[in-house]
């Protein structure tokens, strides 16, 4: 009897434990949850992104001939200047001087070549003693000739003396802040016309297919992240440069002068080049979409049960995916998180 009840005890505290052990199994085991969506109507583009500067077409860069000291400053940098405004000029009284001596030894030779004529009457006699003559004159004209081009060099160094510049637009270098400084021939001004700014992209040889001229573009500048810059494409260089990371191409994207008054030499900025674009098409977050072995699958609720959908995608972009078939506005989707 007491046997039979120990028995009993022992079978119930083992039904029990398995109950108390399945139990835990199920209530332990993770519930699969899922995140809902609803497909919706956007307007979408497919964009090529790619890295660029702010550059100017029309610049110059200016500089003295010879060195000198400046006697005179105009504008300062980041002043405004328009064409053939003087800059610059240096102190003439030095090349003066040298213009002095080069109109004395043109004298000199003009003089030393006229009576080389007049001794020769003129004439040249036949003979050794007329080629020794001829060789005479000849080497007395070159000499005149040299004299007469230092002289046209001088008068050019005096010419410009004065530096001015050939455009209209914003003085961005000058090597000295005051006049009654010595200047070298390397010191240098730049002058560039603001009204030509373009945005400089840099283009990989394999994407050059998929560009062309005229293509629409969206610009962004790190200074600015809310403008946003509708433009196109003016033109991409034929001729590549060679970078770190292989050949690229320069491709020179348009900036109106509406948004040029911002704008800046230097800044950087991204470009997206519009390959495809669709107006009011169904899109589902990317995150809304299962792939698997590169097939694009959403979840479907039936009941209480998630079915798999096939669906067939278009453009993404920005985390947003176009929705060709297999979805329409009034399904709910779902995503595992």
Same mark, same amino acid.
């Given at each position: ?31 699969? &949850? ?17 890295? @660029? ?13 010879? @060195? ?5 400053? @105009? ?5 405004? &200047? ?28 003009? @003089?030393?070549?006229? !009576? ?134 320069? &491709? ?7 948004? !040029? ?77």
């Amino acid at each position: 009897m007491f046997s039979w009840l120990k028995s009993h005890k022992l079978l119930v505290s083992l039904v029990l434990l398995a109950i108390l052990g399945g139990w835990y199994f199920f209530a332990r085991k993770p519930q699969v &949850v899922y995140d809902e969506y609803v497909p919706k109507r956007a307007d979408i583009a497919e964009t090529l992104e790619l890295s @660029g500067k702010v550059r100017a077409t029309n610049s110059a860069t200016l500089k003295f001939l010879a @060195g000198g000291l400046v006697t005179y400053l @105009g504008p300062k940098e980041g002043d405004s &200047v328009k064409k053939w405004q003087t800059l610059a000029s240096v102190d003439t009284r030095q090349l003066q001087k040298v213009m002095e001596q080069k109109l004395n030894l043109y004298a000199i030779q003009r @003089g030393t070549f006229d !009576q080389t004529i007049d001794d020769n009457d003129n004439s040249v006699p036949a003979g050794d003693l007329g080629n020794t003559l001829k060789r005479l004159l000849e080497k007395n004209q070159y000499q005149l000739e040299n004299t007469v081009k230092d002289v046209e060099y001088q008068n050019l160094t005096l010419q410009l003396s004065r530096l001015t510049s050939p455009i209209d637009g914003v003085l961005i270098q000058s090597p000295i802040t005051s006049p009654n400084v010595q200047v070298s021939a390397t010191d240098t001004w730049i002058v560039v016309d603001p009204t030509s700014l373009y945005l400089s992209a840099d283009l990989d040889e394999t994407d050059l297919k998929r560009v062309s001229v005229g293509q629409k573009v969206l610009i962004s500048l790190d200074a600015y992240p809310d403008l946003k810059i509708i433009s196109s494409i003016d033109a991409i260089s034929f001729s590549p440069k060679e970078t770190t990371s292989g050949t690229t191409y320069e &491709v020179k994207i348009d900036l109106a002068s509406s948004d !040029q008054q911002l704008l800046r030499l230097g800044l950087n900025g991204t470009a997206g080049v519009v390959l495809a674009e669709k107006d009011n098409t169904l899109t589902l977050p990317a995150s809304a979409i299962t792939n698997t072995a590169g097939k694009p699958f959403v979840y479907l609720k039936s009941g209480d049960k998630y079915i798999e959908k096939s669906i067939e995608t278009g453009i993404e972009n920005g985390g947003v995916v176009e929705v060709l078939s297999g979805v329409s506005e009034s399904d709910h989707v779902y995503a595992k998180k």
